[in-house]
């Protein structure tokens, strides 16, 4: 069997699960109300609760990772630059540009989790979660901001720097590595705390999968192909690219350079959604990106995984 064919059938649940979230939404078996409450559920407490005991179980150092996080991190900084580099072509849709953003620079954390646990085990989940733990507050730190700034029309500065704060403050994400890592020195008084959280967050890995795929639209896809290849160039291309520059700049292993190319092949946070209409974006150029960016991951992630021993041994 090809190493494409085995990372292909690997990882192959993941996404019959995502895809079974999808067809059960479209039988109208559960009600609409169920997948919005389900999505709020992980959102607000799954996903907190498995980075928070990743953060706290985290065995090695922040400091140990750096080349991992930072090869992840150029794959990040380079999509911001290409993102920006769009911008005077949406001088009159600016709300459209900061959708573009997010579907450029975010990342689905579950779905890079699940592919970490199915492919490479409990190890890669946990380096996995460690850059996870840098980047999450690090595209919440950027992507916010600019959208505050960029959609606020005619609110003052004070309100659109209260509006900013407010978001951050409030993200469970962000609060939860925090106060993980604030833990983590003392993880063997706050076992139970860390156990009762790490079963939150892998019994919920499912449902958030199921959520994903609730979230798919193909058949609202419109008119804005352009945007979408912008969007499909800037997260799997230029982001996997800048990934890959930096892993062999920095002669990574092929281990640490497999965790960071994850963070570039895998689609934008389907919580972009909300954002986009929390912070004034464009939601319904959100909901198209994510779904074009989901399903293109199902190939991007066997056939990147597959062709990055090219570079690496």
């Not at 795929?213 to 800037?234: C, K, T, V």
Request: one cysteine or more.
């Amino acid at each position: 069997m090809t190493p494409l064919a085995d990372i292909f059938l690997t990882i192959a649940p993941l996404f019959f699960v995502v895809l079974l979230g999808y067809g059960l939404r479209k039988t109208g078996l559960f009600e609409f109300g169920f997948w919005e409450a389900a999505d709020r559920l992980s959102y607000w407490v799954f996903f907190p609760c498995m980075l928070f005991s990743a953060m706290v179980k985290m065995q090695g150092q922040l400091s140990q990772n750096i080349p991992t996080i930072t090869a992840a991190a150029a794959g990040f900084g380079a999509a911001w630059l290409f993102s920006l580099a769009l911008l005077p072509r949406f001088r009159g849709a600016l709300a459209a540009w900061t959708s573009l953003l997010q579907g450029n620079v975010r990342h689905n954390t579950y779905i890079i989790f699940a592919s970490a646990l199915l492919l490479y085990g409990d190890a890669a989940f946990e380096q996995a979660a460690i850059v996870a733990a840098v980047l999450i507050p690090a595209v919440n730190l950027s992507i916010v901001p600019a959208m505050s700034w960029v959609n606020g029309g005619n609110q003052t500065i004070s309100a659109k720097l209260r509006a900013t704060v407010l978001a951050l403050l409030s993200n469970p994400l962000i609060l939860a590595i925090v106060f993980g890592l604030l833990l983590n020195p003392i993880k063997s008084n706050v076992l139970l705390l860390s156990d009762t959280t790490d079963l939150l967050g892998r019994a919920g890995l499912p449902i958030v999968l199921l959520c994903i795929g609730s979230a798919l639209r193909p058949r609202q896809l419109g008119n804005e192909w352009s945007q979408l290849l912008l969007a499909l160039i800037g997260k799997h291309l230029v982001y996997s690219a800048a990934i890959i520059a930096c892993a062999m700049t920095l002669e990574l292993s092929l281990a640490q350079a497999q965790i960071s190319l994850l963070f570039g092949l895998v689609g934008a946070a389907t919580s972009s959604y909300s954002l986009a209409n929390q912070l004034g974006g464009d939601a319904p150029l959100m909901s198209s990106i994510l779904t074009v960016q989901t399903l293109f991951s199902m190939l991007t992630i066997p056939l990147g995984l597959s062709l990055l021993p090219l570079w690496f041994v």
